[in-house]
């Protein structure tokens, strides 16, 4: 791995049976540093610089800068998601959200338009210029998914798809990688490792909260796993609190906060008309509180970007 000064070389496989001593002193090894964690090309020890994540055609995610991806839960018409995208275009976000394939808790509730939701997506984009990012929840699905996204998502409840996760890692398109219900920060940088190791390095983080015990919101969004990820790994990390929360209100303050913990960005869902929304309205920023948000987080970036010791 070619970094700025040094060129890292990383053996694995190897847990705990090579001794350190025996590079040190060949020529061209200036130090051998044992990877202490399960996860390791993840891992900060593997590499200390911070990994951006490159889109194709430019965008960039973890380089400083504040990504914001937004968009519906679901891709539902043609008119939908062309007045979603015209709306995050125009208040400056970077990335365009929307689900053709959904994972949906029911079998009963709407499951995407699959192949015509992805068309949709592309005509959105060619009319925007948005990159896209769209679920893919099954291996055979890869191929067609990635015809139209620029970023691949795999969804909380894939996080443990080991099948799925290799099958990304062998294909070129960046992997947005959301939090499992559940999961450890330990779990999620295995589950990010699935995919390192089998050859796409280009693995963007997620927070969207956990289950925990309270009824306020629809999860517990947990914010210190931001640190955390800084702490243990060189991926970009961002955070989505509208899945987090499920409630409309609550979006904007945890948005701010996300951005003011570190975060490389935010998910936003917002929706043209939330009441008529398919799926997951009742926590879609209508385009007027989606426009107060963004300019919100404008202001916070650029405050935040003032402020060296929060770029890793
Ligand atoms: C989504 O972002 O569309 C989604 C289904 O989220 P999650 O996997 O976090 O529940
Ligand atoms: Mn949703």
Aim: charge should be negative; charged fraction near 20%.
């Amino acid at each position: 791995m070619g970094g700025r000064s040094r060129t890292a070389v990383g053996i694995v496989g190897n847990d705990g049976a090579v001794d350190p001593g025996r590079f040190v002193g060949m020529p061209g090894v200036s130090e051998a540093v044992p990877v202490s964690k399960p996860y390791k090309q993840v891992s900060r020890e593997w590499k200390h610089e911070a990994t951006i994540v490159e889109l194709p055609g430019g965008a960039r995610i973890g380089d400083g800068s504040v990504t914001v991806i937004a968009g519906p839960c679901a891709v539902e018409s043609r008119e939908q998601i062309h007045a979603a995208a015209e709306i995050v275009h125009e208040l400056g976000g970077h990335v365009l959200r929307g689900g053709a394939f959904k994972p949906r808790s029911s079998p009963y509730s709407f499951q995407g338009l699959g192949e015509r939701g992805l068309e949709l997506l592309a005509a959105a984009k060619q009319a925007t210029g948005l990159k896209i990012v769209t679920e893919v929840v099954a291996a055979v699905d890869i191929e067609l998914v990635a015809r139209y996204a620029d970023v691949l998502q795999i969804g909380a409840r894939n996080m443990q798809n080991f099948h799925l996760l290799s099958a990304v890692g062998e294909q070129p398109r960046p992997v947005l990688l959301k939090r499992g219900l559940m999961a450890t920060v330990e779990e999620l940088l295995l589950a990010a490792e699935y995919v390192v190791s089998e050859g796409n390095p280009r693995v963007v983080l997620c927070e969207r909260g956990v289950r925990g015990f309270g009824a306020h919101a629809r999860y517990t969004l947990d914010l210190s796993i931001v640190p955390a990820i800084r702490e243990s790994s060189h991926l970009p990390v961002i955070v989505d609190p509208s899945h987090a929360t499920g409630k409309r209100a609550f979006v904007a303050p945890l948005a701010r906060a996300a951005l003011a913990a570190g975060a490389d960005g935010v998910m936003i869902e917002t929706h043209p008309d939330p009441q008529q929304a398919l799926c997951d309205g009742h926590q879609a920023l209508d385009p007027d509180e989606f426009a107060a948000l963004a300019a919100e987080l404008r202001a916070l970036a650029a405050h935040l970007s003032a402020r060296p010791e929060t770029v890793t």
